[in-house]
């Protein structure tokens, strides 16, 4: 898999959009993670000034390389609202941000790069390109997905937007080089009202989702379910205090290294930031065999 090297126009060109390059009115940055310092188990702001900032970002995800950043923002928000999708890249060790299109979909990458998804859609990279949208298929069409994430094997989980919050999690897998129908997660997952954008584990050992249990009022938190030797899914836990508050924390997703656990929080009217913690929290939570 060969990524981009030389700059990120080539990568953009198959959007077919004018990027922006907004980069002389930010900060260098330079280093791993935006040159961002590392948390510990106790959550912190991600890039406060430059991803996390007053307004309204989400869904951060690194490429596999670590040298490629997604997310989506909402700008002129006083003014002209709207929502665009950017990517910061490394280039010589520094970062540099360009903005890709308006927003489609909450894009998430496979674990080894090669695609990109955007709800029922998504598109594959064809060397320093990306190839036009394609779908999913027609199991599901009739499904509003809102976030899509993959682990090694192919195998896909994805969530349902409903104004009721009565959405299920599913899961698709690859038989014989073909993408079966979307199996509902069980109930130890699909419990509860407005679960959403599942994260399922590279290996499958785990699928990390938001929802609510046991609260009368509207207020996302973190759930993880652990595979069990037999193959069944574990009984939800509950991410602990460090992580869950009275505001609501969701989209979770660890980063393609394996060490921090990325995820939006709401901390204030119209304001959502990215929070990051080490992925250690989730072994803390691991049954002991």
Do not use: C
């Amino acid at each position: 898999m060969k990524y981009l090297s030389a700059s990120t126009a080539l990568l953009l060109m198959s959007f077919a959009v004018n990027a922006s390059n907004p980069d002389e009115n930010k900060p260098t940055l330079e280093g791993p993670y935006l040159g961002q310092t590392p948390p510990s188990l106790t959550p912190k702001t991600f890039a406060p000034g430059i991803i996390s900032t007053e307004g309204w970002e989400y869904g951060v995800v690194f490429a596999p390389n670590m040298k490629e950043l997604y997310w989506v923002r909402e700008v002129n928000a006083d003014t002209d609202p709207k929502q665009e999708f950017v990517v910061y890249e490394q280039l010589n060790n520094k970062w540099h941000e360009r903005v890709i299109s308006p927003r489609s979909g909450t894009p998430t990458l496979s674990t080894d790069g090669n695609t990109m998804f955007f709800g029922r859609s998504y598109k594959e990279r064809i060397g320093d390109n990306w190839s036009d949208a394609k779908r999913l298929g027609p199991d599901f069409e009739d499904i509003r997905i809102m976030r899509v994430t993959a682990s090694d094997a192919g195998t896909i989980a994805i969530d349902e937007a409903t104004r009721e919050g009565d959405g299920m999690l599913r899961y698709s897998r690859i038989i014989d080089g073909k993408r079966e129908a979307p199996i509902p997660f069980p109930k130890e997952i699909n419990t509860g009202q407005w679960n959403a954008h599942p994260f399922i584990a590279s290996d499958e050992s785990y699928v990390i989702w938001d929802g609510q249990r046991n609260n009368a009022e509207r207020n996302a938190d973190l759930f993880i379910s652990f595979k069990q030797e037999d193959g069944l899914w574990g009984e939800a836990i509950k991410f602990g205090e460090e992580i869950n508050t009275g505001s609501s924390e969701f989209a979770a997703q660890v980063t393609p290294d394996g060490k921090y656990l990325f995820f939006n929080r709401n901390v204030g009217p119209d304001n959502t930031d990215t929070f990051w913690v080490d992925a250690k929290v989730i072994e803390k939570l691991r049954p002991k065999k």
